[in-house]
């Protein structure tokens, strides 16, 4: 599968990552799963990896659709975060779409990153 995704419990995070070519259903196939695991609890941050992605077969209406399901709000608690790091331009262009589609649209904070390393501060970081 081209994406997957790692529960760590005692971090309370959820880390997905995307790997070679991905299609959204990729994602939503990979969102319908994580919903039911009954590890995830909805306090979770998710990083989103999609440094190994090399090929997207997504569109801006498909990433405008995910992104205004009412199914992700009722996915997260008010506060979490969901960090994207997206180091190649196309990554980045579609992640920040996403961004700016889901921003206000839910209870969580999407933000997208070049590195892992600035994904990984922003979640240690303080919240307001």
Do not use: C
């Amino acid at each position: 599968m081209p994406v997957v995704y790692e529960i760590d419990g005692t971090r309370k995070r959820v880390t997905i990552t995307a790997r070679g070519v991905v299609a959204m259903a990729d994602f939503m196939e990979n969102r319908l799963q994580l919903r039911v695991d009954p590890r995830r609890t909805l306090d979770m941050d998710v990083l989103v990896d999609l440094a190994g992605a090399s090929t997207f077969h997504v569109t801006t209406p498909e990433i405008w659709a995910a992104a205004w399901e009412s199914e992700p709000a009722a996915s997260t608690a008010p506060g979490t975060r969901v960090a994207i790091v997206a180091p190649a331009p196309e990554a980045f262009g579609l992640s920040r779409i996403y961004e700016q589609a889901r921003g206000g649209n839910g209870p969580e904070v999407v933000r997208v990153f070049r590195t892992g390393e600035e994904a990984e501060a922003w979640l240690r970081g303080p919240r307001f």
